[in-house]
C-alpha cells in the first residue's frame, strides 16, 4: 500500500475532490472565509482559488507530502501567500484563539480522530469566528446506512482513511460548535458517498 498511497492516492483524491458538484459546495462557501483563515485538510489545495479579498492570511494543514505538494505549486500558481504545514488536525501547532475563520471541507471522513481534531479546531478559533464546513457522511436512508457500513472497512483501505458513516453535525455539537445554519442532502455520484452536510458553525 505504500505505493498506492504515495503515487495513486494523492491522485484520486485530487480528482475525486474537483468534481463538478464539489466544487460547486467550495464556490458557495469558500467565500464566507475572513480574517487569519486556518484550512484543516487543505489537500491539494483545491478551495484556495475561492478566497476573497477578506481573507488576510491562509495557513493550511495537511498531513500528505503528496498533497501539499501540489497545494503548494497550485498556490504559487495563484499568487497566494499561504503557510503549509505537514500536520493532521488532532494536534494544530497554534495559541488559543488564533484564528478568525477555519475552513474544512471533506476533512473530518479522513482524520483518524475527528472529534480530537474538532476540539482543537474550537480551540484555535476566536470566540466570535466561524467555522466552515462541508463534509459527507452517514446517510439517513436505513438502506443507503446499511450499505455503507458494509463498505467502510474496504472504503477506507482505498480511500486514504475516509469513513462514509461519520455524522458530522453531531460531531459539531459535540465538541461544543453551535451549528448557526445547516443544509443536508445528496448531490451527484453514488449515493452511499454523495450524502452531504454543509454549513456555518461558531464556537458556543
Known amino acids: 500500500m505504500g505505493l498506492y498511497r504515495r503515487y495513486v492516492l494523492p491522485k484520486l483524491i485530487n480528482s475525486a475532490c474537483a468534481m463538478p458538484p464539489m466544487m460547486a459546495l467550495r464556490e458557495r462557501y ?7 483563515v486556518l484550512e ?14 477578506a481573507v488576510a ?20 500558481t495563484l499568487g497566494i501567500d499561504v503557510q503549509l504545514l505537514q500536520v493532521s488536525g488532532e494536534a494544530i501547532p497554534a495559541d488559543a484563539a488564533s484564528f478568525d475563520t477555519v475552513v474544512c471541507t471533506w476533512t473530518l471522513c479522513s482524520i483518524p480522530d475527528a472529534r480530537r481534531a474538532l476540539e482543537e479546531m474550537r480551540r484555535v478559533v476566536k470566540p466570535d469566528g466561524r467555522l466552515i464546513f462541508v463534509e459527507h457522511g452517514r446517510a439517513p436512508e ?14 477506507k483501505l482505498i480511500g486514504g482513511g475516509c469513513h462514509l458513516t461519520r455524522a458530522p453535525l453531531e460531531l459539531l455539537e459535540a465538541t461544543g460548535f453551535r451549528v448557526e445554519r445547516a443544509q443536508q442532502g445528496y448531490e451527484e455520484g453514488p449515493r452511499f458517498a454523495a450524502y452531504m452536510y454543509h454549513g456555518v458553525a461558531t464556537a458556543a
Open 40 to 53: 484543516i485538510g487543505i489537500g491539494s489545495g483545491l478551495n484556495l482559488k475561492f478566497y476573497g479579498e
Open 142 to 155: 436505513p438502506g443507503v446506512a446499511r450499505v455503507q457500513r458494509g463498505i467502510e472497512p474496504l472504503w
Open 57 to 76: 492570511s491562509v495557513t493550511g494543514l495537511d498531513p500528505a507530502a503528496e498533497l501539499t505538494a501540489m497545494a503548494k505549486r497550485r498556490a504559487e
Open 30 to 36: 469558500v467565500p464566507l472565509a475572513r480574517g487569519d
